[in-house]
């Protein structure tokens, strides 16, 4: 069988040139701030549950990283500016983690950046050739989950 028609082969080439263009891309964004790869996933974090109030602790348990990781690495975007620690308002124990305005600028830029990738990835193709690509995404991902359910 050839390389080019093995499912499993193809899609995984396509991950590895997908993540490859996504870092490319956010890469331009958070070095030129000075940010790490885990820096900017926690201002995700961040955004995405601004919500919410949310603590060191939730950083730790998200991502899985130690206590004085966390420590060392809001510290540091704190410095540069990118989150700031905040009194609870009925324990001043407790320090919400509140991101600046210089971090919703970057995360904002960052999903813009995304979304310019998301372009480039269906120029060309029609609407037609992105339902027929969703439709076989979905009965992939319905093939795997049986097997995962019977074999795993």
């Given at each position: 069988m ?20 996504i870092?490319?891309?956010?890469s ?5 701030q ?54 609870h308002?009925?324990?001043a ?7 600046t ?19 480039k ?32």
């Open positions: 050839e390389r080019k028609h093995i499912v499993g082969y193809e899609i995984h080439t396509l991950d590895n040139m997908l993540g490859r263009m870092s490319a891309h956010q331009k964004l958070t070095e030129k000075g940010l790490t790869q885990m820096q900017s996933w926690i201002i995700d974090y961040l955004y995405k549950n601004r919500d919410k109030d949310l603590f060191q602790k939730d950083i730790e348990a998200q991502f899985r990283i130690a206590r004085s990781t966390a420590t060392g690495i809001l510290k540091l975007m704190e410095k540069k500016g990118f989150l700031t620690r905040e009194p308002p009925t324990d124990r407790l320090k919400r983690l509140v991101l305005e210089k971090g919703i600028a970057l995360q904002l830029a960052i999903m813009h950046s995304l979304e310019e990738v998301e372009h990835l269906k120029d060309g193709l029609t609407q037609e050739q992105l339902d027929s690509f969703f439709e076989v995404v979905h009965l992939i991902k319905q093939n795997i989950e049986l097997n995962i359910k019977y074999n795993g």
